[in-house]
């Protein structure tokens, strides 16, 4: 570990000898593929087909009609995700639609052990996966989680925003990864794949409408331009009113004015190679949400309902005032995934960068005055690349080799509008900073059989990341300092670190489709700095980074032609510096979180989750269960020498580590008529309270449920559906995300209301 500051006369960040590693490595891969020989197999051939990682389908839906090429592909993958010897759940296109999940945060609702929560008014979800995370609200950090979009690491909250449509697969990996593609985590991967272009005319429209005036329009064509180049053009709007209600003012809060554009063209250049471009676009102009303010009144000596809600506000009831919350962000990128594949193997390149631009002022305080509210004025550019070679030796070692390399930088404008806590109306503080990142990685994964139905897994990669931070805070009125345009607080450092991370297991096959598996592994999370304005100077420190050694046991089957499926492991994961939000005492009695780490905890627990298909005739059932116990092993007192608001002792829950937590959902099929089939499905999820800031006497979350409903009809050659249906059903108002505010009172977000909708859809 070493630390240096920024230089004029040297570059920001440095490759140096990982650089030379990487391109000694990309020339032996290069060299590798020049000396190839042709050859086909089914497998090759669905990998030239789709050159990015695709997620793995675990069970059909009831009478969907799918393409020739989507059963290939889907069939490969399948197979490959019920060796993986870590836990891998997935959901589907048509599961996605069925259950109406519209953002990449309600992908948790269906996922045993995750949990996605928006900090702030929905472009900064934080994930977790088994209680790891990283619970930044400000968006400029990436989590213990890795998220891919179509093959490409998106590392900030802002570029999944709008991305959630026309998909083909998600799927969530546990466990550290890192050793067969990408980047290191701790926690694991979520992959989102969007459906590839084929060689078949084809698409489909889609339009809906519910709740609060909500219209949603969906469509996407796939033209063939000629035998060897394809087009799919995908699109997504979705444009409804505010659900939440200022109860002086009579504004809304939370519309949608959510646009998504994606373009993609593969090229087939010979029978084994294939290059797919990707151009995509996002544009969100809805109107933030707000949270409330239960008790802001009662603290600042008012009659309920003056600057907050008071505590027993309706669900929608909100109190933001002339403060002026809207939101401007718009961003887009371009991705480049190449495939080539050889008799011995596949060689797969994957490259893009991405550039997003956001300016949203939010009710962070949840109050009508300024206590805290706040204005995210930001740029991102984000670009990585990763390939890697996959191949097999005599049939017995299965080798991946490969490297990854990414880098990211914020260009930052973050201010806190604070003048009626600090009784001055130039009280504004702004953390104006540059942030950049460079991380790169060598990996090498290999399976080795060593008797009939037992491998051996080994792995290992060697990762260096290099972060840099300039900026701090400005007292833009004076209003702590006297003289206007100083600076409370400034940082200006470089942190680089180099680990190597390992994993090793074994898999026992017993019977074809049935597997038990163990496996060690030590994943690592790259060091944070915290971007949002604070009067602490130590509040900008940076976080060294997080170590974690994960064992794990599991099974898998598959039974009946893959009727019944179940998945079941068990885990226990310790922490090594776990980095994680608090909430502080900062100088000119103000509170506000900031980052810093527990030197150790831990967290273990188990998961199952099943999937029945067409058992009982015409009805499919999935089902999840998933434990958790997260625990500090370490007190901690303070940050950087900032007194927390409340101490953390040791054996203390975690954040975002829900004890239980389960979902279900079933789907039944009854023929109306010779042509016709009506289809009923009704879902369930549930997940416990769950700390979300350490230190934070006020953040918890509440036991949140919810119950859907859909109905759906059409002809069996799904030319088209119709459907209705219901979200939260029994219109639950659970707090999913509260923290104390700037002025020590209670700050909450409240779940979405009961949603009723229908959709229109039509194949073609």
């Known amino acids: 570990m070493k630390t240096q500051l920024f230089s004029r006369n040297t570059p920001y960040l440095c490759h140096g000898r990982h650089a ?18 042709p050859n086909h197999s089914i497998e090759r051939i669905s990998h030239a087909r789709h050159p990015t990682r695709a997620g793995h389908r675990t069970s059909a839906p009831l009478n969907a009609p799918r393409e020739p090429e989507a059963i290939t592909v889907t069939s490969a993958r399948t197979h490959r995700f019920r060796q993986m010897a870590n ?181 087939d250049i010979d029978d084994r190679s294939s290059l797919l471009l990707n151009i995509h676009y ?191 805070t400005v007292d833009d009125g004076g209003a702590l300092t006297g003289v206007p345009g100083s600076n409370l607080t400034y940082r200006n450092s470089n942190n680089t670190y180099e680990r190597w991370t390992g994993k090793v297991g074994l898999r026992y096959t017993i019977a074809p489709g049935t597997l038990v598996y163990g496996t060690i592994s030590n994943g690592y999370k790259a060091g944070a700095y915290f971007a949002a304005p604070v009067s602490a100077n130590s509040a900008l420190d940076y976080v060294r980074p997080e170590n974690l050694i994960a064992y794990e046991v599991g099974a898998k089957t598959s039974l009946w032609h893959n009727r019944i499926q179940i998945d079941g492991a068990l885990f226990d994961y310790e922490y090594h510096n776990r980095q994680t939000l608090f909430v502080a005492e900062m100088p000119g009695n103000i509170t506000s979180l900031s980052l810093g780490p527990i030197p150790r905890a831990r967290t273990r627990g188990g998961e199952i989750s099943s999937t029945l298909h067409n058992i009982i005739p015409n ?24 007194p927390l608001l409340s101490n953390v002792d040791a054996h203390s829950s975690l954040p975002f580590a829900p004890r239980f937590s389960w979902s279900a959902y079933a789907r039944y099929g009854v023929d109306v008529s010779p042509r016709y089939r009506l289809t009923f499905q009704v879902s369930s999820t549930w997940k416990d309270n769950m700390l979300v800031a350490l230190g934070d006497p006020n953040g918890m979350t509440s036991k949140i449920s919810s119950m859907g409903m859909r109905m759906e009809i059409g002809p069996k050659t799904g030319k088209w559906t119709a459907a209705v249906y219901v979200d939260n059903m029994l219109d639950k108002h659970g707090n999913t995300y509260s923290y104390t505010g700037s002025d020590n009172s209670r700050v909450q977000y409240i779940q979405t209301p009961r949603w009723v909708g229908c959709d229109l859809r039509y194949n073609f």
Do not use: C
């Open 20 to 37: 030379i590693w990487a391109a000694l490595l990309l020339s032996g891969i290069s060299h590798l593929a020049v000396a190839a020989t």
């Open 282 to 472: 996002v544009r969100d102009k809805g109107t933030p949400s707000s949270p409330q303010d239960t008790d802001g009144d009662a603290v600042n000596g008012f009659v309920d309902r003056t600057i907050g809600v008071g505590p027993n506000a309706k669900s929608n009831a909100v109190n933001v005032g002339s403060n002026r919350a809207t939101r401007n962000e718009n961003g887009g990128g371009v991705g480049l995934n190449y495939t080539h594949n050889f008799d011995w193997g596949t060689f797969t390149s994957a490259t893009g960068i991405d550039f997003y631009r956001r300016n949203t002022y939010e009710n962070y305080d949840g109050e009508s005055v300024n206590v805290g509210d706040y204005r995210w004025n930001d740029t991102y550019i984000v670009q990585s690349h990763d390939m890697h070679l996959r191949t097999t030796i005599a049939n017995r070692l299965h080798l991946t080799v490969g490297v990854y390399e990414s880098f990211d930088k914020i260009n930052g404008a973050y201010t806190s509008f604070r003048s009626f806590l600090l009784d001055n109306p130039a009280g504004t503080l702004t953390d104006h900073f540059v942030q950049q990142n460079l991380s790169t990685g060598l990996y090498i994964n290999t399976v080795t059989n060593i008797v009939k139905g037992l491998d051996f897994i080994a792995g290992g990669r060697l990762s260096y990341d290099e972060r840099g931070f300039r900026g701090g």
């Open 87 to 267: 836990t891998v759940n997935t959901l589907s296109g048509k599961e996605l639609e069925q259950l109406h999940i519209v953002s990449p945060k309600e992908i948790a609702n269906f996922v045993p052990g995750v949990t996605a929560v928006n900090a702030t008014s929905g472009s900064t979800p934080i994930f977790s996966i088994r209680g790891i995370g990283l619970d930044d609200y400000i968006g400029t950090n990436m989590g213990g989680i890795g998220i891919y979009q179509d093959g490409v690491f998106a590392p900030y909250p802002v570029q999944y925003n709008g991305q959630m449509f026309d998909v083909q697969t998600v799927s969530v990996e546990k466990g550290p990864q890192g050793f067969e593609y990408g980047r290191s985590t701790t926690g694991g991967t979520i992959n989102v794949e969007s459906i590839k272009p084929s060689s078949k005319f084809g698409g489909y429209l889609n339009w809906g409408y519910s709740s609060y005036n909500t219209n949603t329009a969906r469509a996407a064509i796939n033209t063939p331009i000629s035998d060897h180049i394809f087009n799919r053009f995908s699109f997504s709007y979705i444009k409804g009113d505010g659900w939440q209600h200022d109860i002086h003012t009579n504004k809304l809060y939370g519309a949608q004015d959510l646009l998504g554009l994606r373009n993609q063209t593969r090229f």
């Open 619 to 642: 009805l499919d059932l999935n089902g999840s269960f998933a434990y958790l116990d997260g625990q500090a092993k370490s007190q901690v007192t303070n940050i950087g020498g900032l």
